[in-house]
Protein backbone atom coordinates (compact mmCIF):
# COMPACT_ATOMS: atom_id res chain seq x y z
CA UNK A 1 0.00 0.00 0.00
CA UNK A 2 1.50 3.37 -0.78
CA UNK A 3 1.20 5.89 1.80
CA UNK A 4 1.36 10.17 1.37
CA UNK A 5 1.78 12.49 3.99
CA UNK A 6 0.53 16.05 2.42
CA UNK A 7 0.12 19.27 5.03
CA UNK A 8 -1.79 22.07 4.31
CA UNK A 9 0.68 24.83 4.86
CA UNK A 10 4.09 24.32 4.46
CA UNK A 11 5.62 26.71 7.08
CA UNK A 12 4.09 27.06 10.34
CA UNK A 13 5.04 30.22 12.55
CA UNK A 14 6.96 29.44 15.97
CA UNK A 15 3.97 30.17 17.83
CA UNK A 16 2.44 26.79 17.06
CA UNK A 17 -1.18 27.03 15.52
CA UNK A 18 -3.81 24.74 13.77
CA UNK A 19 -2.68 22.74 11.04
CA UNK A 20 -4.59 20.22 8.68
CA UNK A 21 -2.80 16.73 7.87
CA UNK A 22 -4.30 15.27 4.67
CA UNK A 23 -3.21 11.29 4.22
CA UNK A 24 -3.36 9.46 1.23
CA UNK A 25 -3.72 5.83 0.86
CA UNK A 26 -3.41 4.39 -2.26
CA UNK A 27 -2.46 0.98 -4.37
CA UNK A 28 0.92 0.44 -5.13
CA UNK A 29 -0.13 -1.53 -8.23
CA UNK A 30 2.32 -4.76 -7.20
CA UNK A 31 -0.10 -5.91 -3.98
CA UNK A 32 -0.24 -9.64 -6.08
CA UNK A 33 -3.89 -11.67 -6.01
CA UNK A 34 -6.95 -10.82 -4.89
CA UNK A 35 -9.05 -12.11 -1.84
CA UNK A 36 -11.79 -14.43 -2.95
CA UNK A 37 -15.62 -12.78 -1.81
CA UNK A 38 -18.55 -14.37 -0.15
CA UNK A 39 -21.38 -12.21 -1.18
CA UNK A 40 -24.84 -12.25 0.07
CA UNK A 41 -26.91 -10.50 -2.94
CA UNK A 42 -30.28 -9.27 -1.06
CA UNK A 43 -32.81 -9.29 -3.57
CA UNK A 44 -36.29 -6.85 -3.20
CA UNK A 45 -39.07 -9.31 -4.02
CA UNK A 46 -41.96 -6.94 -2.83
CA UNK A 47 -45.23 -6.24 -5.58
CA UNK A 48 -43.42 -2.69 -6.42
CA UNK A 49 -40.67 -4.52 -7.88
CA UNK A 50 -42.82 -5.97 -10.99
CA UNK A 51 -42.57 -5.69 -14.57
CA UNK A 52 -39.04 -4.30 -15.93
CA UNK A 53 -37.72 -3.64 -12.46
CA UNK A 54 -38.05 -7.87 -11.75
CA UNK A 55 -36.86 -8.69 -15.26
CA UNK A 56 -33.64 -6.53 -14.97
CA UNK A 57 -33.17 -7.89 -11.31
CA UNK A 58 -33.21 -11.31 -12.47
CA UNK A 59 -31.17 -10.71 -15.64
CA UNK A 60 -28.84 -8.63 -13.30
CA UNK A 61 -28.15 -11.72 -10.87
CA UNK A 62 -27.68 -14.30 -13.66
CA UNK A 63 -24.68 -11.95 -14.68
CA UNK A 64 -23.17 -12.01 -10.97
CA UNK A 65 -23.46 -15.58 -11.09
CA UNK A 66 -21.95 -15.86 -14.02
CA UNK A 67 -19.12 -13.36 -12.98
CA UNK A 68 -18.14 -14.84 -9.66
CA UNK A 69 -15.28 -17.38 -9.71
CA UNK A 70 -14.49 -21.37 -8.24
CA UNK A 71 -13.09 -19.67 -5.36
CA UNK A 72 -16.08 -17.13 -4.33
CA UNK A 73 -19.45 -17.58 -2.03
CA UNK A 74 -22.69 -16.52 -2.92
CA UNK A 75 -26.22 -16.53 -1.24
CA UNK A 76 -29.02 -15.22 -2.87
CA UNK A 77 -31.45 -13.95 -0.02
CA UNK A 78 -35.30 -12.79 -1.45
CA UNK A 79 -36.85 -10.61 0.81
CA UNK A 80 -40.76 -8.75 1.09
CA UNK A 81 -42.25 -9.08 4.36
CA UNK A 82 -40.57 -11.96 5.07
CA UNK A 83 -36.41 -13.00 4.06
CA UNK A 84 -35.42 -16.07 2.86
CA UNK A 85 -31.85 -17.49 1.73
CA UNK A 86 -33.08 -18.97 -1.88
CA UNK A 87 -29.70 -20.28 -2.72
CA UNK A 88 -26.00 -20.74 -1.11
CA UNK A 89 -23.09 -22.15 -1.20
CA UNK A 90 -19.92 -22.18 -3.70
CA UNK A 91 -20.49 -19.90 -6.52
CA UNK A 92 -19.06 -22.34 -8.73
CA UNK A 93 -22.74 -24.08 -8.79
CA UNK A 94 -24.37 -22.14 -10.83
CA UNK A 95 -27.44 -24.36 -11.99
CA UNK A 96 -28.86 -23.91 -8.69
CA UNK A 97 -28.48 -20.19 -8.41
CA UNK A 98 -29.96 -19.70 -11.82
CA UNK A 99 -32.66 -22.07 -10.99
CA UNK A 100 -33.71 -19.89 -7.94
CA UNK A 101 -33.16 -16.63 -9.52
CA UNK A 102 -35.48 -17.69 -12.35
CA UNK A 103 -38.49 -19.51 -10.00
CA UNK A 104 -38.30 -15.49 -7.94
CA UNK A 105 -41.94 -14.38 -7.42
CA UNK A 106 -43.32 -11.38 -6.16
CA UNK A 107 -44.51 -10.75 -2.23
CA UNK A 108 -46.01 -8.15 0.14
CA UNK A 109 -43.93 -5.68 2.07
CA UNK A 110 -40.20 -4.34 2.40
CA UNK A 111 -38.84 -5.83 5.45
CA UNK A 112 -35.22 -4.09 5.45
CA UNK A 113 -34.27 -5.21 8.74
CA UNK A 114 -34.88 -8.79 8.79
CA UNK A 115 -33.23 -8.96 4.88
CA UNK A 116 -30.36 -7.57 6.37
CA UNK A 117 -30.42 -9.83 9.34
CA UNK A 118 -31.08 -12.68 7.00
CA UNK A 119 -27.88 -11.87 5.18
CA UNK A 120 -25.80 -11.42 8.09
CA UNK A 121 -26.47 -15.13 9.16
CA UNK A 122 -25.30 -16.62 6.05
CA UNK A 123 -22.01 -14.52 6.38
CA UNK A 124 -21.42 -14.95 9.84
CA UNK A 125 -21.32 -18.73 9.46
CA UNK A 126 -18.72 -18.20 6.54
CA UNK A 127 -15.42 -19.35 8.47
CA UNK A 128 -13.42 -18.73 5.49
CA UNK A 129 -10.80 -15.95 4.82
CA UNK A 130 -13.33 -14.77 1.85
CA UNK A 131 -13.82 -10.60 1.87
CA UNK A 132 -17.20 -10.72 2.98
CA UNK A 133 -20.19 -8.27 1.52
CA UNK A 134 -24.34 -7.61 1.73
CA UNK A 135 -25.30 -6.11 -1.67
CA UNK A 136 -29.05 -5.01 -0.69
CA UNK A 137 -31.09 -3.88 -3.75
CA UNK A 138 -34.81 -2.43 -2.98
CA UNK A 139 -37.05 -0.14 -4.75
CA UNK A 140 -38.88 1.03 -1.57
CA UNK A 141 -38.59 2.10 2.09
CA UNK A 142 -39.27 0.08 5.03
CA UNK A 143 -42.32 -0.82 5.51
CA UNK A 144 -42.44 -4.12 7.91
CA UNK A 145 -40.30 -4.85 11.20
CA UNK A 146 -38.05 -2.54 11.85
CA UNK A 147 -38.40 0.32 10.46
CA UNK A 148 -36.41 3.47 11.87
CA UNK A 149 -33.24 4.46 10.44
CA UNK A 150 -31.00 4.28 13.43
CA UNK A 151 -31.97 0.54 14.12
CA UNK A 152 -31.55 -0.13 10.39
CA UNK A 153 -27.88 1.41 10.65
CA UNK A 154 -27.12 -0.83 13.78
CA UNK A 155 -27.72 -3.55 12.38
CA UNK A 156 -25.40 -2.96 9.22
CA UNK A 157 -22.57 -1.49 12.46
CA UNK A 158 -22.34 -4.78 13.92
CA UNK A 159 -21.84 -6.64 10.48
CA UNK A 160 -19.29 -4.33 10.12
CA UNK A 161 -17.67 -5.10 13.53
CA UNK A 162 -17.39 -8.92 12.14
CA UNK A 163 -15.92 -7.26 8.97
CA UNK A 164 -19.21 -7.51 7.04
CA UNK A 165 -19.24 -4.88 4.78
CA UNK A 166 -22.75 -3.60 3.25
CA UNK A 167 -23.10 -1.69 -0.04
CA UNK A 168 -26.69 -0.72 -1.17
CA UNK A 169 -28.52 -0.29 -4.73
CA UNK A 170 -31.52 1.84 -4.33
CA UNK A 171 -33.42 1.12 -7.59
CA UNK A 172 -35.79 3.20 -9.25
CA UNK A 173 -37.19 6.66 -7.78
CA UNK A 174 -38.98 5.81 -5.26
CA UNK A 175 -36.64 4.43 -2.20
CA UNK A 176 -35.92 5.60 0.89
CA UNK A 177 -32.33 6.87 -0.26
CA UNK A 178 -31.48 8.78 3.66
CA UNK A 179 -32.31 5.01 4.59
CA UNK A 180 -29.98 3.56 2.30
CA UNK A 181 -26.92 5.76 2.83
CA UNK A 182 -27.43 5.42 6.49
CA UNK A 183 -26.79 1.63 6.01
CA UNK A 184 -24.13 1.82 3.68
CA UNK A 185 -22.32 4.70 5.73
CA UNK A 186 -22.34 2.24 9.09
CA UNK A 187 -21.76 -0.83 6.69
CA UNK A 188 -18.84 0.78 5.22
CA UNK A 189 -19.99 0.31 1.66
CA UNK A 190 -21.53 2.08 -1.22
CA UNK A 191 -24.98 3.80 -1.71
CA UNK A 192 -25.67 3.26 -6.05
CA UNK A 193 -28.41 4.93 -7.11
CA UNK A 194 -29.83 3.06 -10.11
CA UNK A 195 -32.52 5.24 -11.50
CA UNK A 196 -33.96 2.66 -13.98
CA UNK A 197 -33.51 -1.15 -15.17
CA UNK A 198 -31.02 -0.29 -17.88
CA UNK A 199 -28.68 0.26 -15.54
CA UNK A 200 -28.70 -2.24 -12.78
CA UNK A 201 -26.58 -4.43 -14.45
CA UNK A 202 -23.86 -1.60 -14.55
CA UNK A 203 -23.80 -0.99 -10.78
CA UNK A 204 -23.67 -4.69 -10.01
CA UNK A 205 -20.63 -4.99 -12.03
CA UNK A 206 -19.17 -1.91 -11.18
CA UNK A 207 -19.68 -2.98 -7.60
CA UNK A 208 -18.61 -6.53 -8.49
CA UNK A 209 -15.29 -5.29 -10.36
CA UNK A 210 -14.21 -2.69 -7.44
CA UNK A 211 -14.37 -5.87 -4.70
CA UNK A 212 -12.08 -7.88 -7.56
CA UNK A 213 -9.85 -5.36 -6.93
CA UNK A 214 -9.91 -5.21 -3.18
CA UNK A 215 -5.96 -4.55 -2.08
CA UNK A 216 -6.47 -4.27 1.35
CA UNK A 217 -9.28 -5.06 4.20
CA UNK A 218 -9.24 -3.61 8.03
CA UNK A 219 -7.33 -0.83 6.89
CA UNK A 220 -6.79 1.43 10.08
CA UNK A 221 -5.01 4.85 9.98
CA UNK A 222 -3.93 5.96 13.62
CA UNK A 223 -2.12 9.20 14.49
CA UNK A 224 -0.08 9.55 17.65
CA UNK A 225 0.59 13.04 18.31
CA UNK A 226 4.39 14.16 19.97
CA UNK A 227 5.84 16.40 21.61
CA UNK A 228 3.17 18.34 22.98
CA UNK A 229 0.88 18.30 19.98
CA UNK A 230 -2.89 16.90 19.72
CA UNK A 231 -5.12 15.95 17.57
CA UNK A 232 -8.59 17.22 17.50
CA UNK A 233 -10.26 14.72 15.07
CA UNK A 234 -11.11 13.72 11.55
CA UNK A 235 -12.99 15.68 9.06
CA UNK A 236 -14.00 12.80 7.52
CA UNK A 237 -17.19 10.70 7.49
CA UNK A 238 -14.89 7.61 8.45
CA UNK A 239 -15.61 5.76 12.38
CA UNK A 240 -13.34 6.84 14.42
CA UNK A 241 -12.14 6.20 18.21
CA UNK A 242 -9.39 7.40 20.55
CA UNK A 243 -6.61 5.85 22.26
CA UNK A 244 -5.04 7.53 24.42
CA UNK A 245 -3.72 10.74 22.83
CA UNK A 246 -3.90 9.05 19.50
CA UNK A 247 -6.85 8.90 16.65
CA UNK A 248 -7.71 5.75 14.69
CA UNK A 249 -9.79 6.05 11.85
CA UNK A 250 -11.08 3.01 10.09
CA UNK A 251 -11.19 3.20 6.23
CA UNK A 252 -12.46 -0.48 5.94
CA UNK A 253 -10.94 -1.88 2.85
CA UNK A 254 -9.01 -0.21 -0.41
CA UNK A 255 -9.36 -1.03 -3.44
CA UNK A 256 -6.50 -0.75 -6.50
CA UNK A 257 -8.97 1.58 -8.54
CA UNK A 258 -8.77 4.29 -5.89
CA UNK A 259 -7.30 6.22 -3.33
CA UNK A 260 -8.87 7.19 0.51
CA UNK A 261 -8.01 10.53 1.40
CA UNK A 262 -8.33 11.16 5.22
CA UNK A 263 -7.96 14.79 7.16
CA UNK A 264 -6.96 15.32 9.96
CA UNK A 265 -6.87 18.36 12.29
CA UNK A 266 -3.91 18.94 14.37
CA UNK A 267 -2.87 21.55 16.60
CA UNK A 268 0.76 22.04 17.00
CA UNK A 269 2.17 23.93 20.05
CA UNK A 270 4.91 27.05 19.92
CA UNK A 271 8.71 26.06 19.38
CA UNK A 272 11.81 27.30 20.77
CA UNK A 273 12.84 30.33 18.78
CA UNK A 274 15.18 29.64 15.78
CA UNK A 275 13.55 26.13 15.23
CA UNK A 276 12.81 25.29 11.56
CA UNK A 277 11.85 21.57 12.07
CA UNK A 278 10.35 19.16 14.75
CA UNK A 279 8.54 15.95 14.43
CA UNK A 280 4.86 16.23 16.01
CA UNK A 281 3.39 12.48 15.43
CA UNK A 282 3.96 9.11 14.09
CA UNK A 283 1.42 8.25 11.34
CA UNK A 284 0.93 4.33 11.23
CA UNK A 285 -1.47 2.51 8.16
CA UNK A 286 -1.94 -1.38 9.22
CA UNK A 287 -4.05 -3.36 7.24
CA UNK A 288 -4.66 -7.17 6.25
CA UNK A 289 -3.57 -8.10 2.55
CA UNK A 290 -5.66 -10.52 -0.05
CA UNK A 291 -3.51 -13.00 1.26
CA UNK A 292 -4.67 -12.52 4.76
CA UNK A 293 -1.44 -11.30 5.89
CA UNK A 294 -1.17 -8.48 8.50
CA UNK A 295 0.83 -5.80 7.45
CA UNK A 296 1.66 -2.09 8.69
CA UNK A 297 3.61 0.85 7.79
CA UNK A 298 4.78 3.87 9.89
CA UNK A 299 4.89 7.51 8.67
CA UNK A 300 6.95 10.24 11.26
CA UNK A 301 5.26 13.47 10.77
CA UNK A 302 7.76 16.76 10.53
CA UNK A 303 6.52 20.42 10.49
CA UNK A 304 8.97 23.31 9.71
CA UNK A 305 9.13 26.02 11.26
CA UNK A 306 9.79 30.08 10.39
CA UNK A 307 9.07 33.15 12.22
CA UNK A 308 5.21 35.04 12.15
CA UNK A 309 6.56 37.19 8.91
CA UNK A 310 8.38 34.48 7.03
CA UNK A 311 5.53 31.71 7.64
CA UNK A 312 2.69 33.96 6.72
CA UNK A 313 4.06 34.12 2.87
CA UNK A 314 4.71 31.03 2.47
CA UNK A 315 2.47 28.88 0.06
CA UNK A 316 -0.39 26.67 1.19
CA UNK A 317 -0.44 23.12 -0.39
CA UNK A 318 -3.08 23.46 -3.02
CA UNK A 319 -4.05 19.43 -3.48
CA UNK A 320 -4.58 19.76 0.18
CA UNK A 321 -6.89 22.96 -0.38
CA UNK A 322 -8.55 21.24 -2.86
CA UNK A 323 -9.24 18.00 -0.47
CA UNK A 324 -10.73 20.56 2.26
CA UNK A 325 -12.74 22.33 -0.12
CA UNK A 326 -14.20 19.14 -1.58
CA UNK A 327 -15.34 18.10 1.29
CA UNK A 328 -17.13 21.53 2.33
CA UNK A 329 -19.06 20.65 -0.87
CA UNK A 330 -20.29 17.59 0.22
CA UNK A 331 -22.11 19.54 3.41
CA UNK A 332 -23.46 22.02 1.50
CA UNK A 333 -25.07 19.94 -0.79
CA UNK A 334 -26.48 18.20 2.37
CA UNK A 335 -27.81 21.38 3.41
CA UNK A 336 -29.09 21.85 0.03
CA UNK A 337 -30.88 18.26 0.22
CA UNK A 338 -32.22 19.74 4.25
CA UNK A 339 -33.97 23.06 2.09
CA UNK A 340 -35.26 21.44 -0.49
CA UNK A 341 -36.68 18.71 2.17
CA UNK A 342 -37.81 21.61 4.05
CA UNK A 343 -39.48 23.63 0.92
CA UNK A 344 -37.38 26.07 2.11
CA UNK A 345 -35.76 26.51 -1.60
CA UNK A 346 -35.24 30.39 -2.24
CA UNK A 347 -33.39 30.44 0.99
CA UNK A 348 -31.80 27.63 0.35
CA UNK A 349 -30.76 28.73 -3.18
CA UNK A 350 -28.85 31.91 -1.37
CA UNK A 351 -27.59 30.36 1.34
CA UNK A 352 -25.48 28.15 -1.20
CA UNK A 353 -24.84 30.99 -3.48
CA UNK A 354 -23.29 32.69 -0.44
CA UNK A 355 -21.43 29.90 0.43
CA UNK A 356 -19.92 29.19 -2.55
CA UNK A 357 -18.56 33.02 -2.31
CA UNK A 358 -16.33 31.89 0.32
CA UNK A 359 -14.77 28.86 -1.11
CA UNK A 360 -11.32 28.87 -1.56
CA UNK A 361 -11.01 30.43 -5.66
CA UNK A 362 -7.43 29.36 -6.34
CA UNK A 363 -7.90 25.70 -5.22
CA UNK A 364 -10.23 24.74 -8.74
CA UNK A 365 -6.55 25.41 -10.89
CA UNK A 366 -5.03 22.41 -8.93
CA UNK A 367 -8.00 20.20 -8.98
CA UNK A 368 -10.29 19.07 -12.47
CA UNK A 369 -12.07 17.36 -9.71
CA UNK A 370 -13.14 20.59 -7.76
CA UNK A 371 -13.51 22.82 -10.43
CA UNK A 372 -16.62 20.33 -11.56
CA UNK A 373 -17.74 20.06 -8.46
CA UNK A 374 -18.04 23.80 -7.69
CA UNK A 375 -19.54 24.15 -11.23
CA UNK A 376 -22.23 21.34 -9.97
CA UNK A 377 -22.66 23.66 -6.74
CA UNK A 378 -23.31 26.57 -9.22
CA UNK A 379 -25.80 24.95 -10.90
CA UNK A 380 -27.91 23.61 -8.12
CA UNK A 381 -28.26 27.23 -6.80
CA UNK A 382 -29.90 28.37 -9.50
CA UNK A 383 -31.82 24.94 -10.07
CA UNK A 384 -32.91 25.61 -6.06
CA UNK A 385 -34.25 28.70 -6.71
CA UNK A 386 -36.58 27.14 -9.18
CA UNK A 387 -38.43 25.21 -6.44
CA UNK A 388 -38.60 21.73 -5.64
CA UNK A 389 -36.02 18.65 -7.21
CA UNK A 390 -37.08 16.01 -9.24
CA UNK A 391 -36.59 12.59 -6.97
CA UNK A 392 -33.87 11.61 -10.05
CA UNK A 393 -31.60 14.57 -9.12
CA UNK A 394 -32.07 14.34 -5.45
CA UNK A 395 -30.73 10.75 -4.99
CA UNK A 396 -28.15 11.56 -7.15
CA UNK A 397 -27.05 14.16 -5.05
CA UNK A 398 -27.78 12.09 -2.14
CA UNK A 399 -25.11 9.12 -3.43
CA UNK A 400 -22.92 12.07 -4.08
CA UNK A 401 -22.84 13.13 -0.51
CA UNK A 402 -22.44 10.18 0.69
CA UNK A 403 -19.06 9.03 -1.43
CA UNK A 404 -17.84 12.65 -0.47
CA UNK A 405 -18.19 12.36 2.80
CA UNK A 406 -15.71 9.32 2.80
CA UNK A 407 -13.39 10.64 0.80
CA UNK A 408 -12.36 8.55 -1.72
CA UNK A 409 -11.05 9.52 -5.18
CA UNK A 410 -11.13 7.68 -8.37
CA UNK A 411 -14.61 6.50 -7.47
CA UNK A 412 -17.01 8.95 -7.92
CA UNK A 413 -17.11 10.76 -11.13
CA UNK A 414 -19.79 13.92 -10.94
CA UNK A 415 -20.64 12.93 -14.61
CA UNK A 416 -22.56 9.89 -13.37
CA UNK A 417 -25.29 11.82 -12.16
CA UNK A 418 -28.48 13.81 -13.99
CA UNK A 419 -27.15 17.27 -15.15
CA UNK A 420 -28.90 20.05 -12.79
Known sequence: MEVKLDLERELLPEEGGPVVLAVRCGSTGAEGGRAPLSISAVLDRSTSMRGAKLEALKKSARKLVDTLGPRDRLALVAFASRAQVIAAGPAEGRESFLDAIDSLSLEN???????????????????????????????????????????????????????????????????????????????????????????????????????????????????????????????????????????VVSLSELRGDETKVVLLDLSIPAVSRGTTEARVALLTVTWTTAEGATRSSEHPVFLRFADARTAAKAEPNGEVLAEIVLLDAAVLKERALADDEAGDNEAGSKRLSNSLVHLSPGTAKVSPALDAELKRLAALAERLAKGRLDPDLRKALRSEVHEASYTVRGRLDVGDGPPI
Not at 156 to 162: Q, S
Not at 199 to 218: C, D, F, M, N, T
Request: aromatic residues 4%; charged residues 25%; glycine residues 14%.
Open 109 to 247: GTNLALALEKAGEVLKADASANAKRVLLLTDGGANAGVTERPALAAIARELRDREILTTTLGFGLEYDEETLSAIAGAGGGRLYHVNGPAKLEQAYSRELGGLRSIVGRSVEVTISPEGGARVLGSRNAYPAYRKGGAL
